[in-house]
C-alpha cells in the first residue's frame, strides 16, 4: 500500500523545491534554531541477551536521544518550533526506525491504530513502514491493532516525514494514532516498543507528535501550557495527565506523549529538556487565539 500525502499543499508546500526552501525557513526563523543542522553519524543500540526491559539501558551505546515532543501544525505556524527538536535529532544522527505516536483528529479507526506495512509518500519521496516492527509491536500488545483507516486522512504523523526527508530517506517509520489517551494506553505502547526494540536489536527513537494549550488567549496558554512544560522537563506522565485533566488542557497529544516518556525511559533516558515553546500568536500577532507549540527531547 501506498499512502499519499493527505495535507501537501495546505500544512506544507506541495512543489518539493518550495518545500525545502520552507524547511530551510523554519530552521532559519528567528524562532528556530537559526541554523540548518548537519547529520550526524546514526545511533546504535547492542542490547543483552535478557529477557528484562530493564536491561535496556545498560546496554545502549552511543544513543542519546530517545524521544521528542514535537509540534504538528502548519509550518508557517509550527515550523519554527519543531525545528528545534528536528536540529538536535538530525545533528544526533538518525536510528534505523522512528516511532511516530499521534493523536486521533479524525475520528477514524481503532482505539490504537498502527499503519502495518507499505510506503508513505510525501513531495520528497517515499518512506517505508518497518513492517517487522509494527508486526512485533502486536503480538506485545494488548490494545494495538493493525488499521490504515485512521491514518489516510491524519495529518499530525505525516507532517514530521519531510523534515527528516531534507535531510536523509535512510530511515523506515512506524506510525500510530491513538484515540486512546489514558495511562493504560500510553504503558501498553511503552512496553511494546520496548520489548520489540530489545527483540529485533533495532535503534529506535520515539516522536510525540503533539501541540498544546488550543485557541485561548496568549497569557492562559502560556500559564496553562507551564504545567505542561515542568511535567515534560520532569518526565513525569502521572502530572502530565493530571494537569491536563484537573485544567481542561485542550492539548490534543498528552496520550503520545505519555507513552513517549515512558519509552525513553525504558530505553535508558534520564532527562527531559525543553528545547523552545511559542504560541501561534507569536507568528501571527494575533494573541486572542493561539495554539500552543513545544519541542523537546529525552535523553
Not at 544522527?93 to 506495512?117: R, V
Not at 509518500?121 to 494495538?144: A, C, H, R, W, Y
Not at 516525514?161 to 489514558?182: C, T
Request: aromatic letters at 10%.
Amino acid at each position: 500500500m501506498i499512502r499519499k500525502p493527505a495535507v501537501a499543499g495546505l500544512f506544507y508546500e506541495k512543489n518539493p523545491d518550495d518545500l525545502k526552501n520552507k524547511i530551510e525557513w523554519c530552521f532559519n526563523h528567528e524562532l528556530g534554531p537559526g541554523k540548518i543542522p548537519e547529520l550526524g553519524l546514526g545511533q546504535s543500540i547492542e542490547f543483552l541477551n535478557n529477557d528484562s526491559t530493564k536491561n535496556i539501558e545498560e546496554s545502549t551505546k552511543n544513543q542519546k536521544i530517545y524521544g521528542a515532543v514535537v509540534p504538528h501544525a502548519g509550518y508557517s505556524y509550527s515550523g519554527p518550533i519543531a525545528a528545534h527538536a528536528y536540529y538536535e535529532i538530525v545533528e544526533n544522527g538518525f536510528p534505523e526506525t522512528f516511532i511516530i505516536l499521534c493523536p486521533n483528529h479524525t475520528g477514524l479507526g481503532t482505539g490504537i491504530s498502527i499503519f502495518k506495512e507499505g510506503i508513505w509518500n510525501t513531495p520528497l519521496g517515499n518512506v517505508e513502514i518497518d513492517e517487522e516492527f509494527t508486526k512485533e509491536m502486536v503480538s506485545n500488545s494488548d490494545l494495538i491493532n493493525f488499521d490504515t483507516s485512521a491514518h489516510i486522512k491524519e495529518h499530525s504523523c505525516e507532517i514530521h516525514l519531510p523534515f527528516l526527508q531534507y535531510f536523509s530517506n535512510d530511515f523506515k517509520i512506524v506510525p500510530m494514532v491513538m484515540w486512546m489517551q489514558d495511562m493504560e494506553s500510553g504503558s501498553d505502547i511503552a512496553n511494546s516498543i520496548a520489548k520489540t526494540a530489545k527483540k529485533l536489536r533495532r535503534s529506535v527513537l520515539i516522536i510525540a507528535s503533539t501541540d498544546l494549550t488550543h485557541y485561548e488567549s496568549k497569557n492562559f496558554a502560556e500559564k496553562k501550557d507551564k504545567l505542561i512544560l515542568d511535567a515534560i522537563s520532569n518526565m513525569d506522565e502521572d502530572s502530565l495527565l493530571n494537569v491536563v485533566k484537573n485544567f481542561g488542557i485542550s492539548m490534543c497529544g498528552y496520550g503520545p506523549t505519555i507513552a513517549t516518556i515512558k519509552a525513553s525511559r525504558f530505553l535508558g533516558a534520564k532527562n527531559g529538556k525543553i528545547l523552545k515553546y511559542a504560541t501561534s500568536g507569536d507568528i501571527s500577532g494575533d494573541f486572542n487565539s493561539v495554539v500552543g507549540y513545544c519541542s523537546a527531547i529525552f535523553d
